[in-house]
């Protein structure tokens, strides 16, 4: 079993220690003086229980403990502070969220009690997102599978989306980052009430006409429906209605939040829905900004500059696809594992799979039945030996 560390921090080493004599033995203990070194042990290791004294030089604790909530969401988080006014307390837990408050001098079997509540609140927490990642990864797989197979290119953007999604999202400091890829994934999902050769018109990028334009921009509510079925997606299901509202409030809904009332991974996805619309490349450029720009009253301002930087760097440093042996091959001998760099596609020009796609157990089976009624286009040109993500992470489903 993972160690489950409680890190204490407090600007009096003295009082450090005399925790450290007091608890030892009885639970996987670290310690920092100050702010500053305690973020830094965050990113290193695993912390449960993060204690925190309020009066701090440089960073008091409740500066810490809003950071922490931010780092690492599921760490529980206490206050301990010798200054016990009301105001304190108020601040402490509707900015720091905080699990409990103790004031100095604590009484030391009341202390190891709260340390006991946080481990154990602890541990609900990461059995929940363990739940999310691993069983819902099912559920996700089903509906992305679904949309694979009813309109492959709508699904290859959507894939390109979720991609940049888990470049940003790191620097972004994206509270529950799995929720973002899987709403990237899951925002076309309403395209399933749409007619065949209205989606067969929109892969091809030809104009449709008014009442189809309307059902199109209908389709989040669709999706946010089904999304709506599954337990815990009900975050997921408001991006996903959310996806082409602008931050000026104008789109759709018509009716709705606006500006950073819109939830972040709508204001995101708003942005990064639009760049795989335009772009012709893995990458978004500069030139694909500018485009955007023609709309600003679409986007939030601060973030479409923060990922433009940040997808701005990537693109310069030319960190295209994963490595691999590049090879051309009959679509007979596709493996799974094996990365799309062009369309697989049919004689009939039906594309069955889009570039920049890992061929699956469940993709090949699909290769494999078309086989027996289509030729395809071949060969195929490949990355062979290029590392996936792994399949049973919500995150990358």
Same mark, same amino acid.
């Given at each position: 079993?993972a160690k489950?560390?409680?890190?204490?921090?407090?600007?009096?080493?003295?009082?450090?220690?005399a925790i450290?004599?007091?608890?030892?033995?009885?639970?996987?203990?670290?310690?920092?003086?100050?702010?500053?070194?305690?973020?830094?042990?965050?990113?290193e290791?695993?912390?449960?229980?993060?204690?925190?004294?309020?009066?701090m030089?440089n960073?008091d604790? !409740? =500066?810490? %403990? &809003?950071?922490?909530?931010?780092?690492?969401?599921?760490t +529980?988080r206490i206050? $301990?502070?010798? /200054?016990?006014?009301?105001?304190t307390a108020?601040?402490?837990?509707n900015?720091?969220?905080?699990?409990?408050?103790f004031?100095?001098?604590?009484?030391?079997?009341?202390?190891?009690?709260g340390?006991?509540?946080a481990?154990?609140?602890?541990?609900?927490?990461?059995?929940?997102?363990?739940?999310?990642?691993?069983?819902?990864?099912?559920?996700?797989k089903?509906l992305?599978?679904?949309?694979?197979?009813?309109?492959?290119?709508?699904?290859?953007?959507?894939?390109?989306v979720?991609?940049?999604?888990?470049?940003?999202?790191?620097?972004?400091q994206?509270?529950?980052?799995?929720?973002?890829?899987?709403?990237?994934?899951?925002?076309?999902?309403?395209?399933?009430?749409?007619?065949?050769?209205?989606?067969?018109?929109?892969?091809?990028?030809k104009? !449709? =006409?008014? %009442? &189809?334009?309307?059902?199109?921009?209908?389709?989040?509510? +669709?999706?946010?429906? $089904?999304?709506? /079925?599954?337990?815990?997606?009900?975050?997921?299901?408001?991006?996903?209605?959310?996806q082409?509202?602008n931050f000026?409030?104008s789109?759709?809904p018509?009716?709705?939040?606006?500006?950073e009332?819109?939830?972040l991974?709508?204001r995101?996805?708003r942005?990064?829905?639009?760049?795989?619309?335009?772009?012709?490349?893995?990458l978004?450029?500069?030139?694909d900004?500018?485009?955007?720009?023609?709309?600003k009253h679409?986007?939030?301002?601060?973030?479409?500059?923060?990922?433009?930087?940040?997808?701005?760097?990537?693109?310069?440093?030319?960190?295209?696809p994963?490595?691999?042996?590049?090879?051309?091959?009959?679509?007979?001998?596709?493996?799974?594992?094996?990365?799309?760099?062009?369309?697989?596609?049919?004689?009939?020009?039906?594309v069955?799979l889009?570039h920049?796609?890992?061929?699956?157990e469940?993709?090949?089976?699909?290769?494999?039945?078309?086989?027996?009624?289509?030729?395809?286009?071949?060969?195929v040109?490949?990355?062979?030996?290029?590392k996936?993500?792994?399949?049973?992470?919500?995150?990358?489903?």
């Amino acid at each position: 079993m993972a160690k489950r560390n409680i890190l204490f921090v407090d600007d009096d080493d003295n009082l450090l220690m005399a925790i450290r004599r007091q608890l030892r033995g009885k639970f996987d203990l670290l310690t920092s003086v100050g702010g500053k070194h305690a973020l830094e042990l965050l990113k290193e290791q695993e912390i449960a229980v993060c204690v925190a004294d309020m009066r701090m030089p440089n960073m008091d604790g !409740l =500066q810490l %403990l &809003e950071k922490v909530q931010q780092v690492s969401p599921e760490t +529980v988080r206490i206050m $301990l502070t010798g /200054n016990a006014d009301q105001a304190t307390a108020i601040d402490a837990i509707n900015k720091g969220r905080i699990f409990r408050f103790f004031s100095k001098p604590y009484d030391s079997d009341l202390l190891e009690q709260g340390l006991n509540d946080a481990l154990r609140q602890y541990r609900l927490i990461t059995a929940e997102k363990s739940l999310i990642e691993e069983t819902l990864a099912g559920s996700v797989k089903v509906l992305t599978d679904v949309m694979a197979q009813m309109n492959p290119a709508i699904f290859g953007r959507a894939m390109k989306v979720k991609g940049w999604c888990d470049r940003i999202v790191p620097e972004l400091q994206y509270p529950r980052s799995w929720e973002l890829g899987v709403a990237a994934l899951l925002c076309p999902i309403g395209m399933v009430s749409m007619p065949p050769d209205v989606l067969a018109r929109l892969a091809q990028g030809k104009p !449709l =006409q008014p %009442l &189809e334009r309307d059902l199109m921009l209908r389709t989040p509510e +669709v999706g946010r429906k $089904l999304i709506s /079925n599954i337990p815990r997606l009900e975050a997921i299901a408001e991006i996903v209605l959310l996806q082409f509202r602008n931050f000026d409030g104008s789109g759709f809904p018509e009716k709705g939040p606006t500006g950073e009332g819109i939830p972040l991974g709508a204001r995101i996805l708003r942005i990064l829905n639009d760049l795989a619309e335009i772009g012709v490349t893995d990458l978004p450029t500069d030139i694909d900004f500018e485009q955007l720009e023609r709309h600003k009253h679409r986007y939030d301002p601060a973030l479409f500059t923060t990922i433009r930087n940040l997808l701005a760097i990537v693109d310069e440093e030319g960190d295209l696809p994963p490595e691999g042996r590049e090879m051309a091959v009959l679509v007979d001998k596709l493996q799974v594992n094996d990365y799309l760099m062009t369309d697989l596609e049919t004689t009939e020009d039906r594309v069955v799979l889009t570039h920049g796609t890992y061929i699956s157990e469940v993709r090949l089976e699909r290769i494999r039945a078309f086989q027996r009624l289509h030729k395809f286009r071949e060969p195929v040109q490949i990355l062979r030996g290029a590392k996936p993500a792994s399949s049973h992470s919500v995150v990358n489903a």
